[in-house]
């Protein structure tokens, strides 16, 4: 069975600090994907990125990166210097096998304040 | 582009009413998901249909039905609703059906907010 944890439930941070949200997933399949979503008010899923589990290239895209690192079967988030427009819940989601169905973390709820 | 849309926004039942849903993906994208958002459980994965048939469904009761049009659009059942059956249903679609890289990621629409009283 594939699950995902993300076992910050809350984050609060002052604008402009960085931040760090946790993912941590299991699976037995050899070829998987990693997934973070984040989720404004308004209630839509807004996709961020996606990670193949036989590509462990760290990426950046302007104030976000992510740290993919199999042996410890981690996929974490990194937001720099965070915005106010940062606050959301983020989900991370793992999905493979068959199916096609997505396993999602029960999401961390990340509060920017001025 | 227009995005995935999902039509009603909000929608109050009473319990052992029937709801439907409805759901139009992007255009192009063959697959559709829906997913169960309730408060406390997280979002559950319910359904996927791909080119017309159901092709895998999550750990729900039969109530929960639903079907692909052939113009990909696909509604979502749900009877004899129930009081916990009260959530955010939302929608996704994909380009194609296999995890390829066209396949990049799912996108969602918006939701609708389901209310049973």
């Known amino acids: 069975a594939q699950k995902v944890t993300q076992a910050q439930t809350e984050i609060s941070v002052v604008e402009k600090e960085d931040v760090t949200l946790d993912c941590v997933y299991e699976?037995?399949?050899?070829?998987?994907?990693l997934f973070w979503y984040k989720q404004p008010p308004s209630g839509e899923l807004v996709f961020l990125i996606r990670?193949?589990?036989?590509?462990?290239q760290n990426e950046i895209s302007g104030r976000y990166s992510w740290n993919f690192q199999k042996s410890t079967s981690s996929f974490n988030f990194t937001i720099t210097a965070s915005q106010v427009v940062d606050s959301a819940v983020y989900f991370c989601?793992?999905?493979?096998?068959?199916?096609?169905?997505?396993?999602f973390g029960t999401g961390t709820q990340l509060k920017v304040e001025l | 582009e227009a995005g995935v849309t999902q039509s009603p926004t909000h929608l109050i039942k009473t319990r052992g009413q029937q709801a439907t849903l409805r759901c139009s993906p992007i255009?192009?994208?063959?697959?559709v998901y829906w997913y169960q958002q309730a408060l406390g459980l997280g979002l559950q994965f319910l359904l996927w249909?791909?080119?017309?048939?159901?092709?895998n469904r999550g750990n729900f009761p039969p109530r929960f039905s639903g079907r692909q049009f052939p113009n990909y659009s696909s509604e979502l059942n749900v009877n004899a609703l129930e009081l916990e059956d009260s959530a955010l249903y939302l929608c996704?679609?994909?380009?194609?059906?296999?995890?390829?890289?066209?396949?990049?990621?799912?996108?969602f629409g918006s939701g609708t907010r389901l209310t049973v009283v």
């Open positions: 996704a679609s994909s380009l194609g059906s296999t995890w390829d890289t066209r396949n990049y990621g799912y996108t």
């Open positions: 699976t037995r399949d050899t070829t998987y994907y």
């Open positions: 990670r193949n589990s036989f590509d462990e």
């Open positions: 989601a793992l999905g493979g096998g068959g199916g096609n169905k997505l396993t």
């Open positions: 255009s192009g994208h063959t697959s």
């Open positions: 249909y791909d080119e017309g048939e159901e092709r």
